[in-house]
């Protein structure tokens, strides 16, 4: 093992032995170079006041070599912001401000100690690079029954770990933290579990009120109080997307510093939030008891960042820096918060008429980009073709019962015309089977 590795997992050892347990033999293994290019070229642009002949880029004129027909598109900002490479870590000040606006938006994280982000190139990164450090083959993923089937790429196939689910919805059709908590017991044996919290959900756009959160942070505690150490990402895709009574902060305040045997990580980013869906700028933050946990944390984050991108485009990371420092910010993004919640509550208006009650329910949904129809009497993945070959309507089909709809893509004054269609698919499928 390399030295540095041991020296990050003898600095989590003592600092917390439970964060060093739930390391994967690859998080054991993985370590940020001291000694190298990067820590050379570092040096050198911090002292080399002659020439600087490390990194691999060019120079021209004292800046970045360019073309000008890329620059001319790119006037408003300078070279050096969108040419050289970004750190692994992020852009200092890019990852300053969104810690900023992290806990301005989270009020739970005053007082607690936590990291900071560390820009990933969008979610499904960060993610990746949390199951890399704590997920192994067999170990429990615990995630809901309806979830991005994206965490079974990479927690299950890439990772080897055990995907578990459990209902999201219990009988009184709201957050199952019941059925969360048992799937963390049930680990036991294992002695550990990753769980992956998503609020608001992709499919069904639910999130939790403030008193189903409390009982979701239990749910963990009695993980961790029988002797399960605990992995929980808060999946914040589509955080602040929140349009009812439900939880209006991410969970990771409230678990920041709940037991020792808990590691709370975020990840999260401007993907969703500041409608940039092609930036690719996310971000993963850590929790924890101290500055060397969280340090060593980081520095195998590098690693694996290094290991794998390198480090993240740097254009993108400049525009989301420049949007979160301007003055128009929080009216424009408000502005596009408005839209998108009329869109949700014009279709729970819609559905709550009672028009389609005989062909469908709805699951809950309070927030974010979606919500699911739960078909009565036709199979969705039928409707779903029928959909887009009759009506030119596209929809997501998921099992045999559930239509997803994304309301965030359709504006206001066609949603009733599209349920109507829906409707209408399934009347016409309907008939089908009676004929037959």
């Known amino acids: 093992m390399n030295e540095l590795a041991q020296t990050l997992n003898e600095t989590l050892k003592r600092e917390n ?184 959900n992709n499919p069904t756009g639910y999130t939790p009120n403030p008193a189903e959160g409390q009982e979701i942070v239990a749910a963990i505690k009695a993980g961790a109080d029988a002797g399960i150490n605990v992995v929980v990402v808060t999946d914040d895709a589509y955080f602040g997307l929140f349009f009812e009574d439900s939880l209006q902060e991410s969970l990771f305040g409230q678990l920041a510093d709940l037991h020792p045997r808990v590691l709370a990580i975020k990840v999260d980013g401007a993907t969703k939030e500041e409608y940039v869906w092609g930036f690719r700028v996310g971000f993963i933050t850590y929790a924890g008891k101290s500055e060397a946990l969280l340090s060593a944390l980081e520095q195998k984050t590098m690693g694996i960042i290094r290991a794998t991108i390198s480090s993240g485009p740097h254009p993108t990371q400049t525009f989301v820096l420049h949007a979160l420092k301007s003055p128009e910010f929080a009216a424009q993004k408000q502005e596009k918060f408005e839209i998108m919640k009329g869109r949700a509550n014009r279709v729970k208006h819609l559905l709550d008429t009672g028009k389609f009650d005989s062909a469908w329910d709805y699951y809950p949904f309070n927030s974010g980009y979606f919500m699911c129809l739960k078909l009565k009497t036709i199979d969705a993945e039928t409707l779903r073709t029928h959909l887009l070959q009759q009506y030119g309507i596209g929809t997501i089909a998921l099992g045999e019962t559930d239509l997803r709809v994304a309301f965030s893509c359709i504006e206001e004054e066609n949603i009733e015309e599209l349920f109507n269609l829906i409707y209408q698919g399934v009347q016409d499928l309907e008939t089908v089977k009676a004929t037959h």
């Open 17 to 200: 032995p439970h964060v060093y347990e739930m390391l994967s033999d690859l998080g054991k293994l993985i370590y940020f170079p001291k000694e190298g290019i990067l820590s050379q070229s570092a040096e050198a642009k911090a002292k080399a006041t002659k020439f600087n002949a490390t990194i691999g880029i060019a120079i021209e004129n004292g800046q970045p070599m360019h073309l000008k027909v890329i620059q001319d598109t790119l006037s408003s900002y300078a070279p050096k912001d969108i040419y050289e490479y970004a750190p692994p870590a992020g852009k200092p000040e890019l990852r300053a401000a969104w810690r900023a606006k992290m806990v301005e938006e989270n009020p739970s994280l005053q007082g607690k100690l936590f990291g900071n982000p560390l820009v990933t190139n969008a979610l499904t990164h960060g993610l990746s690079v949390a199951a890399d450090l704590f997920a192994d083959a067999g170990d429990a993923v615990i995630i809901p029954d309806k979830n991005w089937e994206n965490y079974e790429l990479t927690f299950g196939i890439r990772r080897g770990a055990e995907i578990v689910n459990y209902p999201l919805y219990n009988e009184q059709g709201t957050f199952n933290a019941e059925g969360l908590k048992h799937a963390i017991l049930a680990q036991q044996d294992k002695g550990k579990a990753f769980v992956v919290l998503n609020f608001p």
